[in-house]
């Protein structure tokens, strides 16, 4: 699992070292103003990715490993059926956009709608290529294709920034990169590894929405709870603040990204299991799963919350350091990263589980969020938040035991996290005397 998901964890920590390098180079030459409209697009963008992509992409890490001879023909269904459900959902949207920009208090809805079309087309073409590698386990080409997709995605819109300081021409840049990127892509999988090759094609498209459809719901759900806090410090603090609360937000995310790098490989082991009925070996990677994600979380959010003002500060500059007791509070709040019950529940197909518990707390979030706002402004929104999600998981996990063959562990073992990190040198060492022997040799 270590070695698998290494490859992504790294092109994840590499992408976003390349990517990190745009916020804080566009702090530093457009107004906050400017800096609340940019970070109102991605917002928005990720929010209508999630609320109409349906759980159509991510259904390939349940059926491409069951039936790997037709993995082409789910390739094609997952394109297929989200250009219909974003059609459908740009139409809507655009023919409401002018009252919900003012509702909502987003000018970029109306002022940058064509590029938010672009752009979340092209970047859905782009998961699903990225997500169909995983679930073949092409873990080394996925690793390397989201590293590409960021460097061509910083050094165009880097460039736009420092020629233009215009947020038309900065989007626009980064719409061509996502096209680079989704030709290149396309051509890789069609080219080196024939991967739209399939026994059969245009098969199974209901069975594939019926299950996307519970599993988008969920994280529909879960992208709500996890952006709500967000619209209501837009709806409620000027455009300033919010590119403030907007910078607060953004970490180094290693934990982040290791969580999402280990989850592409569990999600294919755990289908696996499953379909054999293994609970025993189910058991056992989920410890070692748990276990490596408390081994490095618990170190990294410990870190990140002592060096959080110079950070923010080196970053961001002095004029955001009010941003750093966001910053401290959405760090604890990462501590949800640490246990995934949804990894196990997605093998058993019980997406509907998920549905249920975050609609129930993404009913009462509105309310929790403003009663924090009234006692504890910006500070109080972003606690309310963080304690959500953690409540989130901890609630789906004691679903998840309630309905599986064997208990599966809030926290790991000891012994095991000893063993990670053991594991860990071990493969670290042995990697640095082969480097050394190479150069030995090569000297």
Do not use: C
């Not at 087309?121 to 690793?143: G, L, P």
């Not at 209501?232 to 982040?256: C, M, S, W």
């Not at 490989?265 to 025993?280: I, N, P, T």
């Amino acid at each position: 699992m270590l070695s698998q998901s290494a490859y992504l964890f790294v092109s994840k920590v590499l992408g976003y070292g390349l990517r990190i390098l745009l916020p804080a180079f566009l702090v530093r030459i457009l107004p906050k103003a400017d800096i609340g409209l940019y970070s109102q697009f991605f917002l928005l963008e990720m929010l209508i990715k999630t609320l109409f992509q349906l759980g159509i992409n991510q259904s390939q890490f349940y059926f491409v490993p069951r039936d790997e001879k037709n993995a082409g023909g789910y390739l094609v269904n997952s394109i297929i059926l989200n250009a219909g459900l974003f059609g459908l959902a740009y139409l809507l949207i655009g023919h409401f956009r002018i009252p919900l920009a003012a509702q909502l208090r987003m000018p970029v809805l109306s002022g940058f709608f064509t590029i938010l079309i672009a752009h979340s087309f092209i970047m859905m073409v782009n998961v699903i290529f990225s997500t169909y590698m995983q679930s073949r386990k092409w873990f080394q080409q996925a690793a390397v294709y989201e590293v590409y997709l960021q460097v061509l995605a910083s050094v165009a819109t880097l460039i736009a920034a420092w020629l233009t300081r215009d947020l038309r021409w900065i989007f626009l840049a980064l719409v061509g990169a996502r096209i680079l990127g989704a030709v290149t892509g396309a051509s890789y999988l069609h080219f080196a590894r024939r991967g739209f090759h399939s026994r059969k094609y245009f098969f199974g498209m209901w069975r594939q929405f019926r299950y996307g459809v519970p599993l988008g719901l969920a994280g529909l759900l879960f992208t709500l709870m996890m952006q709500m806090h967000q619209f209501i410090v837009n709806r409620f603090y000027d455009i300033e603040t919010y590119a403030v609360y907007a910078q607060g937000l953004k970490q180094i995310p290693v934990l982040q990204f290791y969580a999402q790098s280990v989850a592409a490989v569990a999600l294919v082991r755990f289908a696996q299991l499953e379909k054999e009925g293994d609970w025993e070996g189910i058991r056992k990677f989920w410890n070692r799963l748990l276990s490596s994600m408390y081994g490095l979380g618990l170190p990294v959010i410990a870190g990140f919350l002592l060096i959080a003002q110079p950070l923010v500060v080196l970053m961001f500059t002095r004029d955001y350091v009010d941003a750093v007791p966001i910053f401290r509070i959405n760090v604890l709040g990462s501590l949800f990263f640490l246990l995934n019950p949804t990894l196990v529940l997605r093998a058993l197909d019980r997406n509907d589980i998920s549905v249920k518990v975050h609609a129930t707390l993404a009913a009462t979030l509105p309310f929790t969020l403003y009663l924090g706002m009234k006692i504890a402004g910006l500070t109080g929104i972003i606690t309310v938040h963080a304690a959500n999600l953690i409540l989130a998981r901890v609630i789906n996990h004691f679903i998840l035991n309630r309905i599986a063959p064997v208990h599966l562990p809030y926290i790991p073992p000891r012994h095991e996290v000893w063993d990670f990190y053991r594991e860990s040198a071990g493969k670290v060492m042995a990697k640095v005397r082969t480097l050394t022997r190479m150069n030995h040799e090569g000297a």
